[in-house]
T-cell receptor
Framework: ETGVTQTPRHLVMGMTNKKSLKCEQH?????MYWYKQSAKKPLELMFV???????ENNSVPSRFSPECPNSSHLFLHLHTLQPEDSALYLC?????????????FGPGTRLTVT | GIQVEQSPPDLILQEGANSTLRCNFS?????LQWFHQNPWGQLINLFY???GTKQNGRLSATTVATERYSLLYISSSQTTDSGVYFC????????????FGGGTRLMVKP
């Protein structure tokens, strides 16, 4: 247990569906992150939030929409995805976003887009 | 941006053997972490080691920041050590945004 939980663990959705991924951290951290891990590619940073404000968006398509209602919760809203969006989506948290702190990861949501 | 290269990409060991995994990076770093990803996808923190040497049981790590590399040592390997080992760095003014290497896939055979 890393103190970061994600739900659901597995998700299958069609290209016209709308779904959301949820992440919660119990570590009292102020920063949260979404990463994408595709087959045969390194983990890619998607979004960074610091105290509920987005501080980084790494050129992610608008069909991915993050939401951070408070420092403990992070969502990734998905709509009209493509099959190439199938991947493992990992959430992480750290003490702060703009300083060097250790990041802790959740177990991931394995997404399949059909 | 900063480049991170890990070697070897794949490694097969017999149980009980020792191994060294390497991580090279292209610029100075403020943060370096080693992770083990288990077969279910969970990234487990092994070391937070921007410089120096640390040990935790059968694992140890050394980062030589001035020469831009880090090493992860696994001694007396066990089958449960199997999985993918990732090095991730935060370089320069990246503000705690990690760049991951491609990983080393380790298989330990009984």
């Amino acid at each position: 247990e890393t103190g970061v939980t994600q739900t659901p663990r597995h998700l299958v959705m069609g290209m016209t569906n709308k779904k959301s991924l949820k992440c919660e951290q119990h570590l009292g951290h102020n920063a949260m992150y979404w990463y994408k891990q595709s087959a045969k590619k390194p983990l890619e940073l998607m979004f960074v939030y610091s105290l509920e404000e987005r501080v980084e968006n790494n050129s992610v398509p608008s069909r991915f929409s993050p939401e951070c209602p408070n420092s403990s919760h992070l969502f990734l809203h998905l709509h009209t995805l493509q099959p190439e969006d199938s991947a493992l989506y990992l959430c992480a948290s750290s003490q702060e976003a703009l300083q060097s702190y250790e990041q802790y990861f959740g177990p991931g949501t394995r997404l399949t887009v059909t | 941006g900063i480049q991170v290269e890990q070697s070897p990409p794949d490694l097969i060991l017999q149980e009980g053997a020792n191994s060294t995994l390497r991580c090279n990076f292209s610029d100075s770093v403020n943060n370096l972490q080693w992770f083990h990803q288990n077969p279910w996808g969970q990234l487990i923190n092994l070391f937070y080691i921007p410089s120096g040497t640390k040990q935790n049981g059968r694992l140890s790590a050394t980062t030589v920041a001035t020469e831009r590399y880090s090493l992860l040592y696994i001694s007396s390997s066990q089958t449960t050590d199997s999985g993918v080992y990732f090095c991730a760095v935060e370089g320069g003014n990246a503000g705690n945004m990690l760049t991951f290497g491609g990983g080393t896939r380790l298989m330990v055979k009984p």
